[in-house]
């Protein structure tokens, strides 16, 4: 028997409202996503895949459907418990490293564990172990502007993978990277979804990178459909 989805996504529809117009981003979207597989998005900037990706994470609201994690509409749930599932269960990284200038490398990865309460010293252990699974232990103590940009993206990851979550989204994490660094960031992703039995989902005009995943898909029209 094949496992349960870890995302099932039913009627999902996005309609933002452009003055006196509807602009529709998808109606009726699709999707399931089982545990443990590496998917790809592709489709022409203003498709809908970052938006998307905002759903999924619950960052952003449907305006119809249903966003099932396992068992939990996460439409349904309050603030509060959106935000919790957020921090626990969801890793995310962006196009734009979005690191906090003032504050270390170790600071940086910190803070989803303070944010969930942790203690700062067990947060900085947890911090320093995931920097050194992106292998940049020896740039804790670093800020973000005396780091290249692909050692930003990395220290982005290992803040994304610090709380462990189970459900890893990725917006064009290699858009602003030269070619060399975009391919060692997504051999450090793929490496970790395999080490770590992540389920990744993975936003990209990238289609060397994305014929690499396990399943692709275009977002065009607004339907998904194979790539």
């Not at 452009?18 to 699709?30: A, M």
Request: aromatic share 4%; with cysteine; hydrophobic share 40%.
């Amino acid at each position: 028997m094949a496992p349960a989805p870890l995302v099932r996504i039913e009627g999902l529809t996005k309609i933002y409202r452009s003055g006196d117009k509807d602009l529709v981003i998808f109606r009726d979207l699709y999707l399931e996503i089982s545990p443990g597989e590496q998917i790809a998005i592709i489709g022409e900037s203003g498709a809908g895949k970052s938006t998307l990706l905002h759903l999924i994470s619950g960052l952003d609201g449907a305006t119809g459907g249903a966003i099932y994690y396992k068992s939990t509409n996460i439409a349904t749930l309050p603030e509060p418990k959106l935000s919790s599932f957020r921090n626990r269960e969801i890793g995310y990284v962006w196009q734009q490293h979005h690191l906090l200038p003032e504050f270390t490398a170790e600071e940086n990865v910190s803070m989803p564990l303070l944010i969930r309460g942790m203690s700062r010293a067990q947060a900085s252990e947890e911090a320093r172990a995931a920097l050194d699974e992106v292998g940049l232990h020896e740039r804790a103590g670093h800020r973000a502007g005396e780091l290249s940009g692909g050692e930003q993206q990395r220290i982005a990851i290992a803040r994304a993978l610090v709380s462990n979550p189970s459900l890893l989204l990725a917006d064009e994490p290699t858009g602003n990277l030269d070619e060399r660094t975009g391919e060692m960031i997504f051999d450090l992703l793929a490496d970790l979804q395999r080490r770590r039995n992540l389920t990744s989902v993975l936003a990209t005009h990238n289609l060397h990178f994305a014929r690499r995943c396990g399943r692709v898909l275009r977002l065009e029209g607004g339907a998904l459909c194979p790539a």
